[in-house]
């Protein structure tokens, strides 16, 4: 028996990421969100959610633009502050020691010292309510040498990323390999 | 200087879910998923990437209606079981040995043995390629006593559930706390 806790906006695990776009100006931002993930896989897209107040809201629709990075646990304060303080009141980069660099590939910027990024350039912008859901079509991943497995793709034991419990404002690490997935379909 | 990997559908933490629908005969299915996570507030809203060829695609479209199973670390060979097994191969309810519970809310069955669940409307289908992205309003969530923490929402370290890592095909489990969130929001 079940206890009903109405119609909350609860799913885990949720993950920890950051955003990075350029504003008007042509400042670096950063944004941490939760409500975001791969969404499709040709053309390969990742969707991230955004309310119309934040200000990367506004740079992503100006600049049709983005950059989805993801902190090591090292990174968790960074991650935090990020995701309290307004990129109006202050250069978030320059406020957490961290390092733009410019994408090739779309007009936005990423987080040097984060293990992983993924660039994105604008493909869907969905009205949902209070959140705006942007689509990005993932052009390159890019990632440090040392989080990459014996696949040459990035290892979640090595990545560390950062789990996000909104139901507790609280941020979690990676545990411990629990199985190999598709097991049924090795066996076949 | 980070390695390039191409564009691939790479992102760390992504959760392991198990999606539940009625078919057309009115037989329970469900399917895992980790494309899928909170994407609204106001309504709050889950979305989750299916692709077409799948049974549960069509399942969605005629019921308008799933649920959202958060599967606990105990139950990780049964959520690799149902994403392996097409539901047009077995009633994989009988054959993972979980029980069918009817939404009272909507017309899609939930899994009883799973810690977690979230009970969906159908609002918005967007096709964005290969797969097709479904957003859902959250009527209810609805979650086992036993997993809820002090605020009387579940708590990750109580439901446990499963990450997935698609790069290097393997579960993780949820790991210790890291950091409490709005650390900066809270000391203002």
Redesign the interface.
Known sequence: M??????????????A?VVGTYGADGRPNLATV??????????????V?L?AATLTHGHVAARRAFT?N?PH?RH??VV??V???SGRDEDKFAACGLTPVRSELVDAPYVAEFP???ECRLV?T?E????T?Y?G?????????EV??P???????K?R?????S???????????????????AKR
Chains 1, 2 share one sequence.
């Open positions: 079940k206890t009903s806790i109405g119609p909350r906006t609860i799913l885990g695990p949720q993950p990421l939760s409500w975001a993930g791969i969404c499709c896989s040709r053309p390969p897209c990742v969707a959610s309310r989805v993801v646990e968790v304060d935090d502050h995701g309290t303080v992983v990024v993924l869907h969905f949902l309510g209070l959140h859901e689509v079509e993932i052009l390159d991943v890019k990632a440090d040498a990459l497995g696949s040459g793709l990035p290892a979640l034991s990545v990323p950062v789990v996000f419990s139901a507790e404002s609280t941020y979690y690490s990676i545990g411990e390999e629990l199985a190999t997935a598709f097991a049924r379909r």
